[in-house]
């Protein structure tokens, strides 16, 4: 199935364009279901295409690539990377597809997943009739010296940033982990995204996202997808936004914090058992 590529400008001055890849259901009874994928830190359109190819079997798939990720057009400039600022930029997304208001799904990929309750919460634009989540976080865990971080200059930031990977991946050797595997994996992702950008996300999104004491605000159903053993994000966390009668938790037996690699087919059939059941 070949996707067709677009992108919109959501940002004028300075111009920002983002990448937006539109897979069409492969069955007709699906076709006016629509699903926003959303991919997580330094994945994108590449990373993500095999989950939006199960997903079409029950509906129509349209996967953001936010500023910054993959070939989205991004300025070097600081401040353009945080919650309030994807907010306003998925908002002009969904606008562009023509999405309506209930009327289809945001399916997040890990931080994807904390864009799209973080849009939920906070913006004016068009709210989906439900949320997919892959390992759903309330705030995210950083050391206490990461937001030092922003103020050393880009040149140097890009050696310690060498550094810091080096010596995690080899502490997660030492601690037996099959996560250092997604370290490795990281460091090749870093050559092929926008290094300065990534570097800017984990610095303004990630430190500024918070939606703690927040949860019973998102009042659509959720379904979440959790890993068994994932070293990044603790599956129990997920139990925090059961509040809605209908959201459920479905565990992957893996121990990747990237549940979705090789899961597509079981992520996409559990999709559509969710929606199916809350009748969309």
């Known amino acids: 199935m070949k996707e067709e590529i677009q992108y919109i400008t959501t940002n004028q001055d300075p111009e920002i364009k983002i990448r937006v890849a539109k897979f069409s259901s492969k069955k007709e009874e699906y076709s006016s279901r629509e699903i926003v ?11 993500y295409s095999p989950l939006a190819k199960a997903l079409t079997n029950y509906g129509n798939v349209s996967i953001y690539e936010p500023r910054g990720f993959g070939k989205s057009i991004t300025p070097h400039k600081k401040g353009l990377f945080t919650p309030k600022e994807y907010s306003k930029e998925l908002a002009v997304v969904l606008e562009s597809l023509e999405m309506e208001d ?25 709210k989906p009739n439900a949320l997919a989540l892959i390992s759903p976080e309330e705030k995210i865990k950083i050391p206490f010296w990461l ?7 880009s040149f140097i930031m890009g050696f310690i940033q060498k550094l810091i990977i080096v010596f995690y991946g080899l502490y997660l050797k030492i601690r037996r982990t099959k996560e250092s595997q997604n370290v490795n994996w990281a460091t090749e992702r870093m050559k092929v995204n926008d290094n300065w950008c990534m570097r800017r996300y984990v610095l303004e999104f990630t430190i500024l996202y918070d939606i ?15 890993g068994e053993e994932d070293y990044f994000v603790d599956p129990d966390v997920s139990k925090k936004f059961l509040h809605n009668p209908d959201s459920e938790i479905i565990t992957l037996k893996t121990t990747q914090h990237r ?17 199916e059941k809350i009748e969309i």
């Open 102 to 126: 209930r009327n289809f799904t945001i399916f997040g990929g890990c931080s994807g997943g904390f864009q799209a309750m973080d849009y939920y919460l906070n913006s004016k634009g068009p």
């Open 147 to 153: 937001p030092v971080l922003g103020w050393i200059p």
């Open 259 to 275: 549940i979705q690699k090789g899961n597509e087919e079981e992520i996409a059939n559990k999709t559509n058992e969710f929606l």
């Open 212 to 226: 703690r004491d927040r949860q019973k605000e998102i009042d659509v159903p959720l379904i979440m997808f959790v």
């Open 37 to 47: 994928l959303i991919p997580g830190w330094l994945s994108g359109i590449d990373n």
